[in-house]
């Protein structure tokens, strides 16, 4: 049969936080004291073409679990389920492009069925000045799986560090931290995503 | 607008989504990415999505002439807008969250960044969400937005607009775009309505008016499908096998 045409993206525009940022539907900590895995915490900026924060854009992650399972009837996989764990966030940058989450390490999810990608975080960056969101993917630089990735294997190996999270050994606390910018435009841009099939 | 630098980078179908750079929406000129972008396959983490885990909504949250919670109701002419989401097979997409959100019948948003000298409504916050029942159907009690002006050039006004937020089933069909009205004279002038590529693509963003929506007495009726891209709503798909690169 014929298939539709999508409709058309437009921007979120500058005036979306009471609308997606309410209270029950931001999500920077995903984790409960109850949630399985590793807690880490992720921060970065998003920065623009010259090099300044952007302080009104969103991202949105979307992750597997600490076992590698999504939370999603498509994931049918024997994995455990974690009931304190739903794998969603939504973050407003602050107003200088500042980012901030807290979630666990998620578990490596199957490629095909002989290979497995990496430990990685997908992320979406929407904003002002985006007529479309943007794909990208977080991966951790003290993963071994990482320098293995067939996704990560599909882009030049000069803008890999763009998607690799650093973990910064200076930081204190409980949660391991690391770090990430998302530069949308110049000399560090990050790799931004076609998903095949669209 | 047709002598506007527009970029080469589109992610999607090229007949339908605006490119990244769009000079003429001036926002895009530091921020649109200037590389090409990199396939990713549809992995387990493409197919699966937030769309079944969002919060649960009440009655009230689709209901914009109401939930600012002062108990008086928002000025404006009241409209019922409605439609489906359907995914690109035109198969309905079901219990998925939309949120919407919009200015006021003056024009004026209440985010504290909007400080154009339009009126505020105490009674509007312009803030609403609903799930898509079995049918795909979605449906919101508003106002009419007015016009805004934003400066993005010489007299600037954006058309009449909701803005809509999907997800659908999948992380691939995420969607948010904005709900235009059918006849607005400022269409023509908008750099954001008019960096979708086609005439085709344009008018798949303008809701008509429904006289069959119209309640009498009541509120006039405005009708939208919307149809998301991604892989269609199939669920329990086992991985697909991804062939030697």
């Known amino acids: 049969m014929t298939r539709l045409p999508p409709t058309a993206s437009q921007t979120v525009g500058p005036f979306f936080h009471d609308a997606l940022m309410r209270p029950d539907a931001r999500c920077d900590v995903l984790v409960s004291d109850t949630t399985e895995g590793k807690r880490i915490r992720v921060e970065g900026r998003v920065l623009d073409g010259d090099g300044a924060g952007v302080p009104d854009a969103v991202i949105e992650i979307w992750q597997a679990n600490h076992h590698g399972r999504y939370n999603h009837p498509s994931d049918t996989r024997d994995l455990p389920l974690d009931p304190a764990f739903t794998g969603y966030g939504r973050i407003a940058t602050q107003s200088d492009g500042k980012f901030c989450f807290t979630t666990i390490k998620p578990g490596p999810v199957p490629f095909d069925r002989r290979r497995s990608q990496a430990p990685h975080i997908s992320v979406a960056v929407l904003g002002r000045g985006l007529l479309n969101h943007l794909y990208t993917r977080i991966y951790f630089d003290d993963e071994q799986l990482t320098t293995v990735d067939p996704v990560l294997q599909r882009v030049t190996p000069d803008r890999r560090p763009t998607l690799i999270a650093r973990r910064d050994n200076n930081a204190s606390g409980r949660d391991k931290v690391y770090r990430i910018d998302i530069v949308l435009q110049g000399a560090n841009e990050t790799v931004f995503f076609e998903i095949a099939g669209q | ?245």
């Open chain 2, 1 to 245: 607008m047709s002598t506007t630098t527009i970029g080469e980078i589109i992610r999607g179908d090229a007949e339908v989504f605006p490119p990244y750079l769009y000079e003429a929406y001036k926002s895009t000129i530091r921020r649109a990415p200037t590389r090409a972008l990199v396939e990713v396959p549809l992995t387990l983490s493409e197919l699966t999505g937030p769309g079944p885990t969002i919060s649960a909504v009440t009655p009230d949250d689709a209901d914009l002439t109401r939930n600012a919670g002062t108990g008086g109701e928002a000025m404006g002419q009241r409209i019922i807008v409605t439609g489906r989401v359907l995914d690109a097979s035109g198969a309905p997409v079901s219990k998925t969250l939309v949120e919407v959100w919009q200015a006021n019948a003056a024009g004026r948003y209440i985010h504290r960044r909007d400080q154009w000298p339009a009126p505020l409504d105490p009674n509007f916050l312009g803030i609403g969400r609903c799930h898509t029942n079995e049918k795909g159907e979605y449906r919101f009690l508003t106002v009419m937005p007015g016009a805004y002006p934003w400066r993005n050039h010489e007299n600037a006004w954006r058309p009449a607009h909701i803005h809509f937020s999907l997800f659908g089933n999948s992380w691939a069909s995420r969607l948010v775009t904005q709900m235009y009205f059918a006849g607005d004279p400022l269409l023509p002038l908008d750099p954001i309505f008019n960096s979708a590529p086609t005439e085709r693509a344009r008018a798949g963003m303008i809701a008509a008016y429904a006289h069959d929506v119209t309640e009498p007495e009541w509120a006039l009726g405005w009708r939208w499908d919307i149809v998301l891209d991604g892989p269609d709503a199939t669920t329990f798909e086992p991985p697909r096998v991804e062939s030697q690169p």
